[in-house]
């Protein structure tokens, strides 16, 4: 059964028309282990339960895709038991964090020679506590929440931007004038929430390290997609489809620019981005496309 919170998403638009779901097809796999442990462990002089597997590349690793509903899945362990964050983790992959950012261990991979600078977190055995996963739920939960009311042209809930960050609950809606905190107006509150979420966002896709992936398959022109090789990246990628309320991104048949379409075109149409130029393209190849196929029939 639906919740709240999902009946408000869909209502905003920021589930998908076909399936009524959050997530989005998208390409790419990541390797992953097989078995994840749940072990109670010492972590800054605390004892917390934590995800812990083999880091290994051999017959305890499995090859894992983005499945449609992973955002879906993911939004619901912010109030999850330690179990079943193990199952989630152990299902779709688990996610290594560097020993001294604490961040995902690919946050400062070198793009030249694909070294990840930093170490893991638990060495050979690496470990998360299961915190990790239900916050970064309840961030993505709370994204969710802010997109669906800005979608209506209303600011986010104070209470989702506590969970993002107090400060900015506390202080998103002020500005500094003649030295001096005064509020905003309503347009100016729904320009900064507008403004703050694309900056979350965009910082998430650098510390997830996601990528354009291209295609070129029974089509004469190239296909982009957002592409990720670790499964936050793919929840990540999902959620920002979510907000911006889009499929994926294609391939403008005109100006060769990577867009955001309403609706995915077939690999086999011609689709146009919104730039006026490539609209009056889009007119012209119409109206020359129907006076061949007129001139065929007579």
Known sequence: MRNDDHRRWAAAGLT???????????????????????????????????LQWRATWDANTKRVAAAPDLLDRFSQLGAAGDEDVRLFAEEVGAV?????????????TDRSSLNTPCARLGGDNPYVP????RSRA????????????????????????????PDLAERRDLKLRHWKPEPLTPNEALDTDREVVGEILDSWLQLYDIRLSVEWQDTPHLDYRLASTNVMGAVVISLVLAVAR????????NCGRPYSPKRRP??????????????????????RNYDQKRKARS
């Open 16 to 50: 998908t028309t076909t399936t009524d779901r959050l997530g989005r097809d998208m390409p790419g796999t990541w390797r992953t282990a097989s078995e994840v442990s749940l072990v109670n462990l010492d972590v800054s002089g605390r004892t917390v339960p934590c």
């Open 96 to 108: 290594a964090l560097c020993a001294e950012h604490g961040a995902p261990l690919g946050h400062g």
């Open 130 to 133: 299961c915190e990790w996963y």
């Open 138 to 165: 309840r961030e993505c939960r709370a994204i969710l929440n802010i997109a669906a009311r800005l979608a209506k042209s209303v600011t986010g809930a104070a209470e989702d931007w506590a969970v993002i960050s």
């Open 246 to 253: 889009v499929d994926g991104l294609v391939v403008c048949s």
């Open 266 to 287: 077939r690999s086999n149409q011609r689709n146009y981005c919104p730039d006026v130029y490539c609209q009056q393209a889009k007119s012209r190849y119409a109206t």
